[in-house]
């Protein structure tokens, strides 16, 4: 940013220029900007899911396109879902109150033998910042840990990622086991890693393969889209 943006008081902006200020400052991963923009909104009136949209939602939008398209990469990305993240603690309590949903519930984890989490973590907070709520098992998992938390967090979406080719495999595990026991259809399952391509996807049973953060969310967002619609 530029010394006149340090100069800024975000106090003194109109809310629509608050507004576009707090994209910006979500681009840069300015954190301590992003907490103090989402406090004057509140305090200013704006409920906690009108914030969450405009001022966080829409920003991380912009920020997934640019990573889609190659104008920003990986430690810009996790910067911007970090000055994201400010700004959430102080709404999460506040949606919690007013019991408004997520887009949807996801659980993400690493498949069982692979330690590799970047590109989980990434697509974790990508998630978030488009309003989902993601619930993160972490690596090495058995498909059990994923069935488990699955019914947990009552969740739509199943998110499995591996960066090797022998870890890769473990996914149609996964998927099998969930048509055995008659849940599989209950959710959407997407797919991810660097050594994974669309083919592979479809050959594990997955509903999408995502080559990245950026994809991920349009994909869930029009799955997720087409089962409500359905199912209203």
Known sequence: MTDIDDDIDLKTLPDDELVEQMHDDLYDGMRDEI???????LDRGWNAEKVLNKGLVDGMTIVGIDF???????PEVLLAANAMKGGMAILKPLLAETGAKPVGRMVIGTVKGDIHDIG?????????????????IGINNPVENYLQALKEHDADILGMSALLT?????????????????????????????????????????????GDAGVAVETALKLIGER?????
């Open 35 to 41: 907490i103090e923009g989402t406090q004057i909104l």
């Open 68 to 74: 889609r398209d190659g104008i920003l990469f990986v």
């Open 120 to 136: 989980k973590n990434l697509v974790g907070m990508m998630m978030e910042g488009a309003g989902f709520e993601v619930f993160d």
């Open 166 to 210: 022998t870890t890769m495999p473990y996914m149609k595990v996964v998927v099998d086991t969930m048509i055995e026991q008659g849940i599989r259809d209950n959710y959407i399952i997407l797919v991810g890693g660097a050594p994974l391509n669309e083919e592979f996807g479809k050959a594990v049973g997955a509903d999408a393969y995502c």
């Open 228 to 232: 409500n619609a359905v199912s209203a």
